[in-house]
């Protein structure tokens, strides 16, 4: 048998298990996945995230849901990331770039007392054409009407390295509605072969025009606390259709985001999101030999 350390995280309750994957690696990291994210049985969590080797950045971070499949980018999970790695390599860099299945990002941490407990992510340009986010649809999808479990909605599309489908709201009764009852909506959106590779659907409740509320169902998880490229799509659909600024407070089930879709100047149409960076327990799990292989160098 071997043990494998491990720290539990979160983003505004976005909670996944990391592992340092610079010596060795889980041989079947979607299964592990599954296997710690169960909340019963498992460590529990959103999923799996791993720092791995980068030759072109400080860390590759390497995303698993829950159900195992692989997710390209966690804006939650890469501020836990950035957090760690500052830790691990002594704080020796700030800002730190933590390279992801859709390219490099740039994370600055705010330091209290030696610690890092906060970060800003330069989350890049939201991906706006249709059938590169992907949608089944030419062009932009801007309070396009679709009909999904026999209702229509009206959706706004964004890519933020994954594919989201934000729905506005006109009231709260969204988030009123028992866990049963909104997994039953969101893995309806999900499924839906409108987007071919599945999507986030987050449900929008613009609140001022600094301020909107939301609830997130994620493709791979289900329903969680936060999702931070949700967020940042949400602020991205809220300005396309004129419910919002340019900068708004996103408030999810598990805490506040500040989201900035930046107009002009250094970063222009790039999204900021600044957010904590939580370490709530470390340990360590027994795996066979065989559930190990070593870690690959370098990376993307």
């Known amino acids: 048998m071997s043990r494998l ?4 995280m979160h983003g ?3 909670d996944y298990v990391y592992v340092v994957a610079d010596r060795v690696r889980p041989a079947d990291p979607g299964a592990l996945a599954i296997r710690l994210s169960d909340r019963r049985f498992g460590i529990g969590g959103d999923g799996l995230i791993m720092l791995c080797p980068s030759d072109r950045a400080d860390v590759r971070m390497e995303m698993y849901n829950a159900d195992g499949s ?6 939650n999970g890469i501020r836990c990331v950035a957090r760690l790695q500052y830790e ?3 704080g020796r860099r700030n ?3 933590v390279d992801t299945d859709c390219g490099p990002k740039t994370i600055a941490l705010r330091v209290e007392h030696g610690r890092a407990v906060a970060a800003t992510v330069d989350m890049g340009e939201p991906i706006l054409e249709g059938r590169e986010i992907p949608v089944a649809r030419d062009g932009r999808v801007i309070d396009y009407p679709l009909v999904v479990g026999g209702r229509e909605y009206r959706i706004t599309a964004v890519s933020m390295g994954n594919p989201h489908c934000v729905v506005f709201v006109e009231n709260d009764g ?3 509605l028992d866990d049963a009852e909104f997994a039953r909506l969101g893995a309806q959106f999900e499924r839906d072969p409108f987007f071919p590779r599945r999507v986030n659907t987050e449900f929008i409740l613009p609140v001022a025009r ?3 509320r939301m609830r997130v169902w994620e493709r791979g998880s289900g329903e969680t606390l936060a999702c931070g490229t949700g967020a940042c799509a949400a602020l991205v659909a809220a300005v396309l259709t004129g419910r919002a600024d340019r900068r708004a407070t996103v408030e999810l089930r598990g805490g506040p985001l500040e989201i900035e879709w930046r107009a002009s100047g250094a970063g222009a149409n790039h999204v900021f999101m600044t957010g904590a960076a939580v370490e709530v327990f470390r340990g360590e799990i027994e ?14």
């Open 12 to 14: 505004c309750g976005n």
């Open 70 to 75: 692989r997710g390209e980018m966690c804006g």
């Open 5 to 8: 350390a491990f720290v539990k």
């Open 210 to 212: 600094d301020r909107i």
């Open 88 to 90: 691990l390599s002594g």
């Open 174 to 176: 969204v988030f009123t």
């Open 287 to 300: 795996l066979d030999d065989a559930e190990l292989t070593p870690a690959a160098r370098g990376g993307r």
């Open 95 to 97: 800002p730190l770039v």
